[in-house]
């Protein structure tokens, strides 16, 4: 990927939050940038990665992001790391003490939190982080405000030596603004200096410093109520007044156009003499925020009297069409009457799909074949095998997980489970970012758990960034490629229990996942084929059904691709007297990329190659991202 | 909400141009000197799931996203995610949908009906309901990529911008990107025009 000259400074460009993030990012002279993949966070280290002029990097987890940024900063360099709300959780330990060490050049750590779950297994308010590690947190409103927050947030964090956290939300992330950039800074790294008292981090370093913490905190707390930033829009109607910040500011701004509105950039520590002096002016305070009620709180602490979460949803965004009828009852204690619109219409759901031809299709197909297994499972594309027809995985709670939690049910099970197999499934990018660990802790504590490691070279379920299994760095040059049958020996598997196999050969997955499963020590499946999304998968010639030869068996349905289609229903009475419901089925051939695998379970040997007569299916096109 | 915010609410399914389109909406709004939002719920859209672009333009816009019961047109690429966000529209709005149908494994296996005919179901609602195959329209043009443009040419007149501003934005995006689709993506245009000015309006 060729570097990219970015627009000119003062032009009016339309940019997402994501893109301002990263726009901003540059014209701060940020010279070291890196994160792991994360919807809603992702493209701002893509948009970076094409510029010129500083080092980025995709990093094998947040944690690791977190540790290259602040190396960096420890030189002198300005850094940033991105992330989304999980991935903070997975970088909190070098948070949690890089907030003792303070920093050298400025460190801003940008946090996306999936505000109404989009793309996420939780829902969790990144600002209790600023409270935790007494760190500030900046919250844009839009795109505008990602762009010059973020540069704020660095001049902050060298100006009180700390890192900044700014805080996004996917309303911020994936909306398009007008913005305007400033000029670019270049910023020399200032050197290392050795300092053990202030950079190495034993209990007689850190002890002292704890009182610097609260210091600079209190400092932050002077810089709040001071700040540009902290914004009072002022209204002429005073029976109700807000304190609100990132998206939800202008969701209120646009409810409620004659009410004062003091919107927090600067969000932590609050500006409290600010609020205070609002609340003095109003009938009614109300603090809007998405999503805890993490400022109400510390208002009613100072004795601050406000409404916020007895009133507003605990959960998800607060757009106008949520905030209007809940003041309309705060202020005349009534309903308010609804807007005239059409009566919704009940349509199917259409939950998200693995892709035609996906190679998981094959690992689900023939996971779903077996019975008696648990299936510890993991975050990506993979996870969507939880659902139709497969019903093949059983659990999913964080980045690596699938490890340790089959671990834990070998070693917890008791009669009940006794006869079960259990299988953990888990994704190449997964299993670098925190599945090795977990590995090893199986290998060490000889469970007993047969692993499928699911290389499709590539980030998937985030739009197919690399990652050390693509063999690409973040520009897509060739990079070092991990060895899976290596790195799993090393960790303790014998090389005897590691099969590398092609998912769409079904009888060979079959054949390993039976024997694998039946031995009584830890063995790891590889299924090696790429993502379809990628440019290394080939699509080959599309196969197409015989409806003359098709009996109805549904056998194929099983695989569960998304280009198969049923096109009518019946049912037949078997000479047992059972009745068996059929459907018959076509292939989308402008969709088929030839992966053979529904040919494999059709019994009547219905399903042959096609003649392609049309071009490939926009239905699945690479470059946009989940 | 300020009447001269003008509210279009896009809608589709993962891959079929939703986003892009959107975006060329934007950037015509844009180059009129409006301010413009755009924003989009599309959670794991690429595994065939559903999208939705809200497209918001004035002299100022604050909050980005459209409530329900305030966009003035509603612009559909599969004729079932047209019909499930009606309830976004203020009465008497317009619909603009392409009445070509992705089916999903969830109908397919049986589990779910796919609607009988979403048309008439809107029409029934009051709405006025500019309804046309699109999809034909670009498998005829030998790329079924160019649907979205041609859903583009479909909007073409019911806009409050300037005739020919919008295929400009779509001619411009294209001369920069990829130029040897640019006579192509002309003929969509105009196709997906023609296509609504023929079909007219079936209004309830």
Known sequence: MAAVQPAPAHSRQFLSGNEAVARAAWDAGVRVAAAYPGTPSTEILEVLARFPDLYTEWSVNEKVSLEVALGASMVGARALCAMKHVGLNVASDALMTLTVTGVEGGLVIVVADDVGMSS??????????????????FEPADSQEAYTLTRAAFAVSEQFRTAVIVRLTTRICHVKGAVTAGDREVVEPTGFEKDPPR???????????LPLMFDREAALREAAEASEFNVLEPGKDMGVGFVTSGPAGMHVLEAFPDAPVLRLGFSYPPPLERIRALAAQVDRLVVVEETEPLLE?????????CHGKDILPRLGELPPNILTPAIDRLLRGEAPVEVERPAPQPVFPRPPTLCVACPHLGVYYTLSQLRNVIISGDIGCYTLGAGHPWNALDTCISMGASMGMALGMDKGRGAKDANKKIVAVIGDSTFMHMGM???????WNRGNVTILLLDNRTVGMTGGQDNPASGRDIHGQEAPRVDFVQLCEALGVRRERIRKLDPYELPTLFKALREETKIDEPSVIITDRPCVL??????????????DTCTGCGNCLDV???????????????PSGKVVDLAFVRIDTAACTGCGLCVQPCAPEAIVHAQRLQPLSFIRQPGSTA | MSMSITNILVCGIGGQGVMTATEILAEAALSLGFDVKKTEVAGMSQRGGVVTSHLRFGPRVLSPQIAPGDADLLVGFEAAETLRWVHMLRPGAEVLTNIGRIVPPVVNSGRYDYPDDPVAQMTALGLTVHAFDATAIALELGEIRLGNTVMLGAMAARLP?????????????FAKRKPQLLELNREAFARGRAAVAVAGATAG
């Open chain 1, 199 to 209: 950079w190495v981090m034993v209990p007689g370093h850190a002890k002292p410093r």
């Open chain 1, 560 to 574: 569960g691709c998304p280009a198969i289609h049923v096109t009518r229903r019946g049912q037949e009475t078997k």
């Open chain 1, 297 to 305: 709180t510390e208002l009613k602490a100072v004795g601050i009297d």
């Open chain 1, 120 to 137: 996420s297994q939780n829902e969790q308010d990144s600002r209790f982080w600023g409270r935790f590690a007494h760190l500030p947190v």
């Open chain 1, 437 to 443: 660990q977990g590995l090893l802790d199986i290998t």
């Open chain 1, 534 to 547: 990628i440019g290394e998968y080939k699509p080959t010639q599309a196969y197409k059904v015989i409806d």
């Open chain 2, 161 to 173: 911008f300037p005739d020919d501003v919008l295929e400009q934005a779509v001619l411009a995006r």
